[in-house]
Protein backbone atom coordinates (compact mmCIF):
# COMPACT_ATOMS: atom_id res chain seq x y z
CA UNK A 1 0.00 0.00 0.00
CA UNK A 2 1.45 3.19 -1.06
CA UNK A 3 1.82 6.40 1.71
CA UNK A 4 2.25 9.94 1.98
CA UNK A 5 6.11 10.47 1.99
CA UNK A 6 7.85 14.08 3.61
CA UNK A 7 11.17 12.64 3.24
CA UNK A 8 13.22 12.93 0.56
CA UNK A 9 12.55 12.03 -3.01
CA UNK A 10 8.88 11.04 -3.72
CA UNK A 11 8.55 7.63 -5.73
CA UNK A 12 4.83 7.14 -7.65
CA UNK A 13 5.07 3.49 -7.04
CA UNK A 14 5.51 3.74 -3.25
CA UNK A 15 3.98 7.31 -2.47
CA UNK A 16 1.16 9.33 -2.75
CA UNK A 17 2.25 12.29 -4.50
CA UNK A 18 0.44 15.19 -7.10
CA UNK A 19 1.13 14.47 -10.50
CA UNK A 20 3.73 16.48 -11.94
CA UNK A 21 3.76 15.88 -15.91
CA UNK A 22 2.56 18.98 -16.46
CA UNK A 23 5.14 20.82 -14.34
CA UNK A 24 7.77 18.07 -15.86
CA UNK A 25 6.71 19.29 -19.50
CA UNK A 26 6.95 22.69 -19.35
CA UNK A 27 11.13 22.13 -17.23
CA UNK A 28 11.51 19.80 -20.76
CA UNK A 29 10.62 22.84 -23.40
CA UNK A 30 13.77 24.72 -21.21
CA UNK A 31 16.35 21.89 -21.81
CA UNK A 32 14.57 21.75 -25.06
CA UNK A 33 14.79 24.83 -26.27
CA UNK A 34 18.67 24.41 -24.71
CA UNK A 35 18.79 26.85 -22.11
CA UNK A 36 20.83 26.88 -18.79
CA UNK A 37 18.79 27.39 -15.90
CA UNK A 38 18.68 27.27 -11.71
CA UNK A 39 15.57 25.54 -10.33
CA UNK A 40 16.05 27.81 -7.30
CA UNK A 41 13.17 27.05 -4.12
CA UNK A 42 12.81 26.71 -0.35
CA UNK A 43 13.39 23.59 1.25
CA UNK A 44 11.15 21.03 0.88
CA UNK A 45 9.76 22.38 -2.05
CA UNK A 46 9.50 18.96 -4.12
CA UNK A 47 13.11 19.78 -6.21
CA UNK A 48 14.33 16.30 -5.83
CA UNK A 49 10.92 14.85 -6.63
CA UNK A 50 10.88 16.90 -9.72
CA UNK A 51 14.41 16.28 -10.95
CA UNK A 52 13.89 13.14 -10.63
CA UNK A 53 10.41 12.57 -12.33
CA UNK A 54 12.85 15.09 -15.49
CA UNK A 55 15.68 12.89 -15.38
CA UNK A 56 12.89 9.94 -16.13
CA UNK A 57 10.97 11.58 -19.55
CA UNK A 58 14.90 12.93 -20.52
CA UNK A 59 16.57 9.90 -20.28
CA UNK A 60 14.46 8.52 -23.28
CA UNK A 61 16.00 11.06 -25.52
CA UNK A 62 19.29 12.05 -23.90
CA UNK A 63 22.47 11.17 -21.88
CA UNK A 64 21.15 12.73 -18.25
CA UNK A 65 24.07 13.34 -15.80
CA UNK A 66 22.01 13.38 -12.00
CA UNK A 67 24.80 14.21 -9.92
CA UNK A 68 24.37 15.25 -5.83
CA UNK A 69 26.92 17.91 -4.62
CA UNK A 70 26.13 16.28 -1.67
CA UNK A 71 28.16 13.55 -2.40
CA UNK A 72 31.75 15.67 -2.74
CA UNK A 73 33.02 16.67 0.82
CA UNK A 74 33.98 20.11 1.62
CA UNK A 75 37.38 19.64 1.54
CA UNK A 76 37.37 18.20 -2.45
CA UNK A 77 36.47 22.61 -3.30
CA UNK A 78 39.79 24.02 -1.72
CA UNK A 79 41.23 24.06 -5.44
CA UNK A 80 40.45 23.27 -8.82
CA UNK A 81 42.76 19.96 -9.21
CA UNK A 82 40.60 18.38 -5.73
CA UNK A 83 36.97 19.82 -7.33
CA UNK A 84 37.86 18.00 -10.43
CA UNK A 85 38.80 14.72 -9.36
CA UNK A 86 36.07 14.67 -6.99
CA UNK A 87 33.57 15.79 -9.90
CA UNK A 88 34.79 12.56 -12.17
CA UNK A 89 34.45 10.34 -9.21
CA UNK A 90 30.58 11.08 -8.80
CA UNK A 91 30.22 10.60 -12.71
CA UNK A 92 32.17 7.68 -12.25
CA UNK A 93 30.11 6.34 -9.32
CA UNK A 94 26.91 7.10 -11.88
CA UNK A 95 28.28 5.13 -14.09
CA UNK A 96 28.99 1.85 -11.85
CA UNK A 97 25.55 2.12 -9.73
CA UNK A 98 23.26 4.45 -11.33
CA UNK A 99 23.21 3.42 -14.99
CA UNK A 100 24.65 5.98 -16.68
CA UNK A 101 26.03 5.31 -19.91
CA UNK A 102 29.67 6.36 -20.49
CA UNK A 103 31.94 5.11 -23.66
CA UNK A 104 34.67 2.71 -22.42
CA UNK A 105 37.21 5.64 -23.94
CA UNK A 106 35.38 8.62 -21.57
CA UNK A 107 35.57 6.37 -18.35
CA UNK A 108 39.04 5.67 -19.29
CA UNK A 109 39.96 9.20 -19.37
CA UNK A 110 37.90 10.39 -16.27
CA UNK A 111 39.67 7.05 -14.29
CA UNK A 112 43.28 8.72 -15.60
CA UNK A 113 42.10 12.33 -14.31
CA UNK A 114 41.26 10.92 -10.37
CA UNK A 115 44.89 8.86 -10.41
CA UNK A 116 46.74 11.86 -11.16
CA UNK A 117 48.11 14.01 -8.28
CA UNK A 118 45.69 17.01 -7.52
CA UNK A 119 48.65 19.75 -7.94
CA UNK A 120 49.10 18.40 -11.57
CA UNK A 121 44.72 18.63 -12.74
CA UNK A 122 43.20 21.69 -13.62
CA UNK A 123 39.84 22.20 -14.52
CA UNK A 124 40.40 22.40 -17.81
CA UNK A 125 41.53 18.85 -17.70
CA UNK A 126 37.79 17.90 -16.46
CA UNK A 127 36.40 20.05 -19.81
CA UNK A 128 38.78 18.50 -22.04
CA UNK A 129 37.34 15.17 -20.87
CA UNK A 130 33.73 16.29 -21.74
CA UNK A 131 35.06 17.94 -24.90
CA UNK A 132 35.63 14.76 -26.09
CA UNK A 133 32.24 12.82 -24.41
CA UNK A 134 30.10 15.44 -26.67
CA UNK A 135 31.98 14.57 -30.04
CA UNK A 136 31.57 11.00 -29.26
CA UNK A 137 27.96 11.02 -28.14
CA UNK A 138 25.83 10.58 -30.59
CA UNK A 139 22.89 11.55 -28.29
CA UNK A 140 22.77 15.21 -26.37
CA UNK A 141 24.11 15.10 -22.62
CA UNK A 142 22.16 17.06 -20.06
CA UNK A 143 24.05 17.77 -17.10
CA UNK A 144 21.82 18.01 -13.57
CA UNK A 145 23.16 19.21 -10.39
CA UNK A 146 21.04 18.81 -6.73
CA UNK A 147 22.15 20.52 -3.96
CA UNK A 148 24.60 23.06 -5.12
CA UNK A 149 24.32 25.04 -1.90
CA UNK A 150 27.10 23.43 -0.42
CA UNK A 151 29.33 24.73 -3.15
CA UNK A 152 28.20 28.07 -3.53
CA UNK A 153 30.29 29.94 -0.95
CA UNK A 154 33.86 28.69 -2.73
CA UNK A 155 35.59 30.41 -5.45
CA UNK A 156 35.93 26.86 -7.28
CA UNK A 157 32.67 26.40 -7.64
CA UNK A 158 32.70 29.68 -9.50
CA UNK A 159 35.54 28.58 -11.59
CA UNK A 160 33.41 25.39 -12.76
CA UNK A 161 30.20 28.40 -13.43
CA UNK A 162 32.68 30.44 -15.62
CA UNK A 163 34.17 27.40 -17.38
CA UNK A 164 30.26 26.21 -18.18
CA UNK A 165 29.30 29.62 -19.10
CA UNK A 166 32.35 29.43 -21.69
CA UNK A 167 30.84 26.57 -23.42
CA UNK A 168 27.52 27.93 -23.63
CA UNK A 169 28.86 30.79 -24.98
CA UNK A 170 31.16 29.07 -27.77
CA UNK A 171 27.83 27.15 -28.67
CA UNK A 172 25.89 30.36 -28.97
CA UNK A 173 28.51 32.04 -31.48
CA UNK A 174 29.62 28.93 -33.52
CA UNK A 175 26.59 25.95 -33.81
CA UNK A 176 29.40 23.35 -34.59
CA UNK A 177 30.75 23.59 -31.22
CA UNK A 178 28.90 20.44 -29.00
CA UNK A 179 28.47 21.50 -25.23
CA UNK A 180 26.03 20.11 -22.96
CA UNK A 181 22.31 20.39 -23.96
CA UNK A 182 20.93 22.01 -21.19
CA UNK A 183 22.37 22.24 -17.61
CA UNK A 184 20.19 22.71 -14.72
CA UNK A 185 21.43 23.54 -10.83
CA UNK A 186 19.10 23.02 -8.15
CA UNK A 187 19.01 23.87 -5.07
CA UNK A 188 18.12 26.93 -2.19
CA UNK A 189 20.22 29.65 -2.67
CA UNK A 190 19.67 31.44 -6.33
CA UNK A 191 23.16 30.90 -8.31
CA UNK A 192 22.58 34.05 -10.03
CA UNK A 193 22.94 35.70 -7.03
CA UNK A 194 26.26 34.78 -5.35
CA UNK A 195 27.96 37.20 -2.92
CA UNK A 196 30.77 34.83 -2.58
CA UNK A 197 34.40 34.36 -1.19
CA UNK A 198 35.73 35.96 -4.39
CA UNK A 199 39.68 36.80 -4.68
CA UNK A 200 40.35 40.49 -5.46
CA UNK A 201 42.15 39.70 -8.83
CA UNK A 202 38.38 38.51 -9.82
CA UNK A 203 36.21 40.62 -8.80
CA UNK A 204 34.82 41.38 -11.54
CA UNK A 205 33.22 38.07 -11.58
CA UNK A 206 30.74 38.26 -8.86
CA UNK A 207 28.11 38.37 -11.52
CA UNK A 208 28.99 36.79 -14.55
CA UNK A 209 29.61 33.43 -13.97
CA UNK A 210 25.58 32.53 -14.04
CA UNK A 211 24.44 35.84 -15.49
CA UNK A 212 23.40 33.25 -19.13
CA UNK A 213 20.99 31.33 -16.66
CA UNK A 214 17.18 31.41 -18.33
CA UNK A 215 14.71 33.00 -16.30
CA UNK A 216 12.92 29.43 -14.22
CA UNK A 217 8.83 31.15 -13.15
CA UNK A 218 7.63 28.04 -13.64
CA UNK A 219 4.89 27.31 -10.38
CA UNK A 220 6.49 24.74 -8.26
CA UNK A 221 3.54 24.88 -5.41
CA UNK A 222 0.80 22.15 -5.67
CA UNK A 223 -2.42 23.39 -7.20
CA UNK A 224 -6.36 22.32 -5.97
CA UNK A 225 -6.44 20.23 -8.30
CA UNK A 226 -3.39 18.34 -8.17
CA UNK A 227 -3.96 17.91 -4.60
CA UNK A 228 -7.45 16.58 -5.36
CA UNK A 229 -6.30 14.19 -7.91
CA UNK A 230 -3.73 12.58 -4.80
CA UNK A 231 -6.68 12.21 -2.85
CA UNK A 232 -8.73 10.12 -5.18
CA UNK A 233 -6.11 7.77 -5.64
CA UNK A 234 -5.76 7.47 -1.82
CA UNK A 235 -9.64 7.32 -1.58
CA UNK A 236 -9.58 4.78 -4.05
CA UNK A 237 -7.43 2.66 -2.15
CA UNK A 238 -8.94 3.05 1.66
CA UNK A 239 -12.79 4.17 1.00
CA UNK A 240 -13.37 6.64 3.72
CA UNK A 241 -16.28 8.51 2.51
CA UNK A 242 -14.32 11.53 2.60
CA UNK A 243 -15.31 14.73 0.62
CA UNK A 244 -12.38 15.08 -1.74
CA UNK A 245 -12.95 18.10 -2.78
CA UNK A 246 -13.70 20.25 0.11
CA UNK A 247 -10.62 18.74 1.79
CA UNK A 248 -8.26 19.54 -1.09
CA UNK A 249 -9.53 22.91 -0.89
CA UNK A 250 -8.91 23.12 3.14
CA UNK A 251 -5.32 21.71 2.58
CA UNK A 252 -4.56 24.24 -0.36
CA UNK A 253 -6.00 26.78 1.94
CA UNK A 254 -3.87 26.25 4.62
CA UNK A 255 -0.59 25.68 2.71
CA UNK A 256 -1.09 27.55 -0.53
CA UNK A 257 0.13 24.08 -2.06
CA UNK A 258 3.58 24.10 -0.18
CA UNK A 259 4.57 20.48 -0.83
CA UNK A 260 6.04 19.79 2.00
CA UNK A 261 3.06 20.62 4.38
CA UNK A 262 0.53 19.52 2.37
CA UNK A 263 1.96 16.55 2.34
CA UNK A 264 3.07 16.79 6.18
CA UNK A 265 -1.10 17.56 6.44
CA UNK A 266 -2.30 14.25 4.73
CA UNK A 267 0.27 11.95 6.47
CA UNK A 268 -0.42 13.23 9.83
CA UNK A 269 -4.40 12.20 8.61
CA UNK A 270 -3.18 9.01 7.54
CA UNK A 271 -1.18 7.95 10.15
CA UNK A 272 -1.59 10.66 13.76
CA UNK A 273 -4.79 10.82 14.47
CA UNK A 274 -6.17 7.15 14.55
CA UNK A 275 -6.57 5.55 16.90
CA UNK A 276 -6.71 8.94 19.12
CA UNK A 277 -8.21 11.82 17.90
CA UNK A 278 -10.41 9.75 15.76
CA UNK A 279 -11.37 6.67 15.70
CA UNK A 280 -11.58 5.71 12.17
CA UNK A 281 -10.43 7.50 9.13
CA UNK A 282 -13.38 8.05 7.93
CA UNK A 283 -13.59 10.52 11.38
CA UNK A 284 -10.27 11.88 10.74
CA UNK A 285 -10.71 12.80 6.80
CA UNK A 286 -13.12 15.68 7.82
CA UNK A 287 -11.96 19.44 7.74
CA UNK A 288 -11.99 19.13 11.84
CA UNK A 289 -9.23 16.57 10.89
CA UNK A 290 -7.37 19.03 9.06
CA UNK A 291 -7.43 21.38 11.75
CA UNK A 292 -5.82 18.69 14.14
CA UNK A 293 -3.42 18.09 11.35
CA UNK A 294 -2.63 21.60 11.08
CA UNK A 295 -2.52 22.06 15.09
CA UNK A 296 0.12 19.17 15.66
CA UNK A 297 2.46 21.00 12.86
CA UNK A 298 2.49 24.23 14.51
CA UNK A 299 3.43 22.42 17.58
CA UNK A 300 6.41 20.38 15.99
CA UNK A 301 10.24 21.16 15.83
CA UNK A 302 11.11 20.77 13.02
CA UNK A 303 14.04 22.26 10.57
CA UNK A 304 11.74 23.93 8.28
CA UNK A 305 10.40 26.26 11.16
CA UNK A 306 14.04 26.21 12.96
CA UNK A 307 15.13 28.04 9.75
CA UNK A 308 12.55 30.31 9.50
CA UNK A 309 12.50 31.57 12.87
CA UNK A 310 16.74 31.44 12.20
CA UNK A 311 16.07 33.47 8.87
CA UNK A 312 13.98 35.91 11.46
CA UNK A 313 16.96 36.31 13.68
CA UNK A 314 19.22 36.84 11.04
CA UNK A 315 17.18 39.89 9.78
CA UNK A 316 15.88 41.80 13.09
CA UNK A 317 14.81 44.97 10.76
CA UNK A 318 11.86 42.14 8.53
CA UNK A 319 11.39 40.67 11.72
CA UNK A 320 9.78 43.96 12.90
CA UNK A 321 7.90 44.70 9.74
CA UNK A 322 6.55 41.06 9.91
CA UNK A 323 5.42 41.50 13.29
CA UNK A 324 3.44 44.69 11.70
CA UNK A 325 1.94 42.69 9.22
CA UNK A 326 0.91 40.66 11.10
CA UNK A 327 -0.56 42.05 14.26
CA UNK A 328 -0.88 45.82 13.35
CA UNK A 329 -2.33 45.28 9.71
CA UNK A 330 0.57 47.41 8.57
CA UNK A 331 1.38 47.47 4.46
CA UNK A 332 5.11 46.87 3.74
CA UNK A 333 6.39 47.31 0.06
CA UNK A 334 7.14 44.71 -1.83
CA UNK A 335 11.22 45.91 -2.45
CA UNK A 336 12.68 43.34 -5.44
CA UNK A 337 15.79 44.94 -4.10
CA UNK A 338 16.16 44.78 -0.88
CA UNK A 339 18.26 42.12 0.75
CA UNK A 340 16.63 41.02 3.79
CA UNK A 341 13.31 40.41 1.75
CA UNK A 342 15.00 38.77 -1.10
CA UNK A 343 16.86 36.17 1.28
CA UNK A 344 13.48 35.57 2.95
CA UNK A 345 11.97 35.82 -0.86
CA UNK A 346 13.92 32.69 -1.51
CA UNK A 347 13.89 30.69 1.36
CA UNK A 348 10.11 30.49 0.28
CA UNK A 349 8.84 32.55 3.56
CA UNK A 350 7.62 35.46 2.13
CA UNK A 351 5.84 36.23 -1.14
CA UNK A 352 4.99 39.37 -3.31
CA UNK A 353 1.27 40.02 -2.99
CA UNK A 354 0.29 42.72 -5.10
CA UNK A 355 3.76 44.42 -4.75
CA UNK A 356 3.03 44.28 -0.48
CA UNK A 357 5.23 41.94 1.07
CA UNK A 358 3.10 38.70 2.58
CA UNK A 359 3.87 35.58 4.36
CA UNK A 360 3.91 32.46 1.99
CA UNK A 361 1.07 30.44 3.70
CA UNK A 362 -1.61 30.15 6.77
CA UNK A 363 0.51 27.45 8.85
CA UNK A 364 3.73 29.67 8.36
CA UNK A 365 1.50 32.84 9.49
CA UNK A 366 -0.10 31.25 12.21
CA UNK A 367 3.25 29.93 13.40
CA UNK A 368 4.89 33.38 13.42
CA UNK A 369 1.65 34.83 15.49
CA UNK A 370 2.13 31.72 18.11
CA UNK A 371 6.04 33.04 18.16
CA UNK A 372 5.85 37.04 18.47
CA UNK A 373 3.20 36.94 21.25
CA UNK A 374 5.08 33.95 22.98
CA UNK A 375 8.55 36.10 22.63
CA UNK A 376 6.91 39.31 23.62
CA UNK A 377 7.06 39.78 27.56
CA UNK A 378 4.63 43.05 27.41
CA UNK A 379 1.63 41.48 27.72
CA UNK A 380 2.95 38.88 30.52
CA UNK A 381 -0.01 39.70 33.15
CA UNK A 382 -2.64 39.08 30.47
CA UNK A 383 -1.49 35.92 29.60
CA UNK A 384 -0.92 34.89 33.14
CA UNK A 385 -4.55 35.71 33.89
CA UNK A 386 -5.41 33.95 30.69
CA UNK A 387 -3.85 30.46 32.06
CA UNK A 388 -5.11 30.32 35.52
CA UNK A 389 -8.75 31.19 34.61
CA UNK A 390 -8.68 28.18 30.89
CA UNK A 391 -10.87 26.10 32.79
CA UNK A 392 -14.36 28.41 32.68
CA UNK A 393 -14.23 28.99 29.69
CA UNK A 394 -15.33 26.04 28.40
CA UNK A 395 -18.56 25.02 28.75
CA UNK A 396 -20.07 21.62 29.54
CA UNK A 397 -20.82 20.41 26.36
CA UNK A 398 -17.03 21.16 25.04
CA UNK A 399 -17.95 24.69 23.79
CA UNK A 400 -15.72 27.60 23.76
CA UNK A 401 -17.69 30.53 25.67
CA UNK A 402 -16.17 33.27 23.57
CA UNK A 403 -18.72 36.02 25.15
CA UNK A 404 -17.18 35.17 28.56
CA UNK A 405 -13.86 35.41 27.13
CA UNK A 406 -14.09 38.86 25.85
CA UNK A 407 -16.03 39.80 28.99
CA UNK A 408 -13.11 39.08 31.34
CA UNK A 409 -10.61 40.19 28.93
CA UNK A 410 -12.14 43.39 29.39
CA UNK A 411 -12.02 43.18 33.08
CA UNK A 412 -8.55 42.54 33.16
CA UNK A 413 -7.42 44.87 30.48
CA UNK A 414 -9.56 47.81 32.55
CA UNK A 415 -7.30 46.97 35.25
CA UNK A 416 -3.89 46.48 33.84
CA UNK A 417 -4.00 49.12 31.19
CA UNK A 418 -6.60 52.04 32.41
CA UNK A 419 -4.07 54.23 31.41
CA UNK A 420 -3.17 53.69 28.21
CA UNK A 421 -3.41 56.51 25.33
CA UNK A 422 -5.61 56.39 22.68
CA UNK A 423 -2.21 56.03 19.93
CA UNK A 424 -0.58 53.60 21.94
CA UNK A 425 -4.41 51.11 22.62
CA UNK A 426 -4.93 51.34 18.98
CA UNK A 427 -1.39 49.85 18.03
CA UNK A 428 -1.34 47.14 20.93
CA UNK A 429 -5.24 46.18 21.45
CA UNK A 430 -5.58 43.56 18.81
CA UNK A 431 -2.20 41.66 20.19
CA UNK A 432 -3.48 42.12 23.64
CA UNK A 433 -6.34 40.06 22.96
CA UNK A 434 -4.47 37.06 20.73
CA UNK A 435 -2.46 37.58 23.76
CA UNK A 436 -5.24 36.86 26.35
CA UNK A 437 -6.34 34.19 23.60
CA UNK A 438 -3.82 31.78 22.76
CA UNK A 439 -3.34 30.32 26.31
CA UNK A 440 -6.93 29.20 26.52
CA UNK A 441 -6.76 27.29 23.52
CA UNK A 442 -3.15 26.32 22.98
CA UNK A 443 -2.80 22.71 23.58
CA UNK A 444 -6.82 22.02 21.71
CA UNK A 445 -7.57 24.81 19.11
CA UNK A 446 -5.71 27.17 17.01
CA UNK A 447 -6.31 30.71 15.14
CA UNK A 448 -5.68 32.20 12.07
CA UNK A 449 -6.29 35.14 10.75
CA UNK A 450 -8.76 35.94 7.83
CA UNK A 451 -5.78 37.92 5.21
CA UNK A 452 -8.16 40.13 3.38
CA UNK A 453 -9.52 41.30 6.58
CA UNK A 454 -5.63 42.24 8.40
CA UNK A 455 -5.60 45.92 8.13
CA UNK A 456 -5.41 49.18 10.38
CA UNK A 457 -9.08 49.22 10.82
CA UNK A 458 -10.09 45.36 10.93
CA UNK A 459 -9.09 42.00 12.02
CA UNK A 460 -11.01 38.82 11.24
CA UNK A 461 -9.91 35.85 14.01
CA UNK A 462 -11.12 32.62 13.18
CA UNK A 463 -11.05 29.91 16.23
CA UNK A 464 -10.51 26.63 14.99
CA UNK A 465 -11.17 24.50 18.23
CA UNK A 466 -12.44 20.63 18.70
CA UNK A 467 -13.97 20.83 15.21
CA UNK A 468 -15.91 24.05 15.98
CA UNK A 469 -15.34 27.42 14.07
CA UNK A 470 -16.01 30.66 15.83
CA UNK A 471 -15.39 34.07 14.53
CA UNK A 472 -14.48 37.45 16.00
CA UNK A 473 -13.70 40.65 14.63
CA UNK A 474 -11.35 42.70 15.73
CA UNK A 475 -11.23 46.46 15.10
CA UNK A 476 -11.11 50.21 16.15
CA UNK A 477 -14.39 51.92 16.79
CA UNK A 478 -14.91 54.68 13.94
CA UNK A 479 -18.28 55.55 14.63
CA UNK A 480 -21.81 53.99 14.55
CA UNK A 481 -22.13 53.51 10.90
CA UNK A 482 -19.02 51.73 9.97
CA UNK A 483 -19.87 49.78 13.30
CA UNK A 484 -23.50 48.59 11.10
CA UNK A 485 -20.83 47.91 8.23
CA UNK A 486 -18.64 45.87 10.54
CA UNK A 487 -22.03 44.17 11.82
CA UNK A 488 -23.06 43.31 7.81
CA UNK A 489 -19.64 42.10 7.42
CA UNK A 490 -19.43 39.55 10.09
CA UNK A 491 -23.25 38.42 9.13
CA UNK A 492 -21.90 37.59 5.62
CA UNK A 493 -19.02 35.65 6.91
CA UNK A 494 -21.19 33.47 9.43
CA UNK A 495 -23.33 32.88 6.21
CA UNK A 496 -20.17 31.59 4.48
CA UNK A 497 -18.92 29.00 7.37
CA UNK A 498 -22.47 27.81 7.86
CA UNK A 499 -22.75 29.74 11.77
CA UNK A 500 -25.62 31.96 13.18
CA UNK A 501 -23.43 33.14 15.93
CA UNK A 502 -20.32 35.82 15.79
CA UNK A 503 -18.69 38.04 18.02
CA UNK A 504 -17.00 41.50 17.66
CA UNK A 505 -14.72 43.45 20.00
CA UNK A 506 -13.80 46.87 19.51
CA UNK A 507 -11.45 49.28 20.75
CA UNK A 508 -13.41 52.88 21.71
CA UNK A 509 -11.65 56.03 22.76
CA UNK A 510 -14.25 57.35 23.44
CA UNK A 511 -14.79 58.28 26.90
CA UNK A 512 -18.35 58.37 27.28
CA UNK A 513 -18.11 54.77 25.91
CA UNK A 514 -20.13 51.65 27.68
CA UNK A 515 -17.93 48.86 28.46
CA UNK A 516 -18.96 45.34 28.71
CA UNK A 517 -20.58 43.07 26.20
CA UNK A 518 -23.89 42.78 24.54
CA UNK A 519 -25.59 40.37 22.76
CA UNK A 520 -27.63 41.57 19.57
CA UNK A 521 -30.05 39.76 17.30
CA UNK A 522 -29.11 40.74 13.43
CA UNK A 523 -31.64 38.87 11.37
CA UNK A 524 -31.18 35.19 12.28
CA UNK A 525 -27.71 35.78 13.13
CA UNK A 526 -26.57 36.74 17.07
CA UNK A 527 -23.62 38.76 17.54
CA UNK A 528 -21.55 39.12 20.84
CA UNK A 529 -20.92 43.03 20.76
CA UNK A 530 -17.57 44.01 22.98
CA UNK A 531 -16.64 47.35 23.97
CA UNK A 532 -12.90 47.92 25.21
Known amino acids: ???????????????????????????????????????????????????????QVLNEENIVISLDFQDIEDGSFKNGGEFSKAFARIILDAEEFDGLVIPETIIDSFRQLTERPSDEVKMDDLFRVFMRWFRESEKSIVLIIDEVDSATNNQVFLDFLAQLRSLYLKREKNAKVKTFQSVIL????????????IRIEDEHKVNSPWNIAADFDIDMSLSEDGIRGMLDEYEADHHTGMDVAAIAKSIRKYTNGYPYLVSRICEILDKKLVPGTFKTLAEAWTNYGVDEAVKRILSEESPLFESLIGK??????????LRRILLRGETIAHLPDDEEQKQLRMYGFIVNNHNTVAVANRIFEMRLYNYFIGESKVNEDLRQLAAAEKSIFVDKDGWLDISKIMSHFIREHNIIHKNDTERFLEAEGRERFLTYLAPIINGTGTYSIEEQTRDHRRMDVVIHYLGRRYIIELKIWRGERYNADGEKQIVDYLDRFGLDTGYMLSFNFNKKKKQGVERVCIGDKVLFEGTV
Do not use: W
Open 312 to 321: LTNYPELKGQ
Open 1 to 55: MKEFNTTAVCIPSKHYMVDLSERVKEIKKLVDDGKYFTINRARQYGKTTTLSALC
Open 186 to 197: AGVTDVKHIRSK
